[in-house]
């Protein structure tokens, strides 16, 4: 078998794209959009008939149209895989809980109304505190959650503790901070500062029996994903999934629950000023965080102005 083939026996394999032809041509279980993504696949004159179909519904409220189009791509995508999309919050409610709250709501009902199994939906939230926490009330009313932009150790932690459904680790973007802080060109796969954060928090959470399943995303390379074959799930862009489908040779299991339930790992707990101070002492993790959301406001931006012209 293929290293794509492979890999699809030790962990479910997602496709990170909005780009509805390329997840039927790699048949993945699962998939992701965000407004980065939206924004190529809108770009696209296959998709246009969708940016219509929202226009019309919006009628001329722009938040609804944001809403009504990223809705639009799941409930395409979701005809052509066997499992669940995420689909984002608005990245400028970051910092708002009651806000994200009602944005993920409002995307359940309009998912809901076109006849869509709202089980097979995941509402993407950045990993702050303030969406932690949203994420948790989410949970109890029954909308599943997907954490993402996450950087740091105790940022995962935190969600397991809110009983979020997954979480998203970015792999790439971790690794891209190191490698231009430590001046260093390219890491071994085993020493890959972002397959290291992604394995600790795999490890914690099968230690200590958190429901919460662990996604890696944004790679880079194969050699990361393979740095993590056995992990919950893993979400590929496209280039990478047809590299792993042309590759030939072994892929062991590097993620291990059964081995991660035997290691000594303390429980941590968190609460808001811990969290805090936490991310502040960590760069990598408060800047990339910070890049990521002020980058899927600005692509959010684009995507608005694109469909205005």
Request: aromatic content about 6%.
């Amino acid at each position: 078998m293929n290293k794509l083939a492979q890999l699809r026996e030790l962990s479910t394999v997602v496709a990170d794209t909005g780009d509805i032809d390329a997840i039927g041509k790699y048949t993945p279980t699962d998939a992701t959009t965000n407004p980065s993504l939206l924004l190529k696949a809108a770009g696209k004159k296959a998709y246009r008939h969708l940016i219509d179909k929202a226009v019309r519904a919006a009628g001329g409220d722009s938040e609804l149209l944001m809403d009504m189009l990223a809705v639009n791509f799941g409930n395409e995508i979701l005809k052509i895989i066997p499992g669940r999309v995420s689909t984002e919050v608005d990245a400028r409610l970051s910092f708002d809980t009651g806000g994200t709250i009602a944005r993920a709501e409002r995307l359940i009902a309009l998912y809901d109304a076109i006849g869509v199994d709202t089980q097979r939906v995941l509402i993407k939230i950045a990993s702050t505190w303030e969406g932690i926490r949203a994420a948790e009330e989410l949970e109890k009313r029954d909308i599943h959650c997907n954490l993402t932009l996450m950087f740091s150790f105790e940022q995962a932690a935190a969600c397991a503790d809110a009983g979020v459904t997954l979480v998203s680790p970015f792999v790439g973007r971790t690794t891209d901070w190191h490698k231009q802080n430590d001046g260093v060109e390219e890491y071994a796969p085993e020493d890959d500062p972002g397959s290291q954060l992604v394995t600790r928090i795999y490890n914690y959470y099968k230690k200590h029996g958190f429901d919460t399943v662990v996604m890696g995303a944004s790679f880079r390379n194969t050699g990361q994903i393979l740095q993590l074959a056995g992990c919950d799930l893993l979400t590929i862009a496209p280039a990478l999934m047809e590299e792993l489908m042309l590759a030939d040779g072994e892929v062991p299991r590097l993620l291990d629950a059964q081995k991660a339930r035997a290691m000594d790992l303390e429980r941590v707990d968190l609460d808001a000023s811990r969290f805090r101070w936490a991310l502040n002492d960590n760069p990598m993790a408060s800047e990339k965080l910070a890049e990521g959301i002020r980058r899927f406001a600005a692509d959010a931006d684009k995507l608005q102005a694109m469909i205005a012209a």
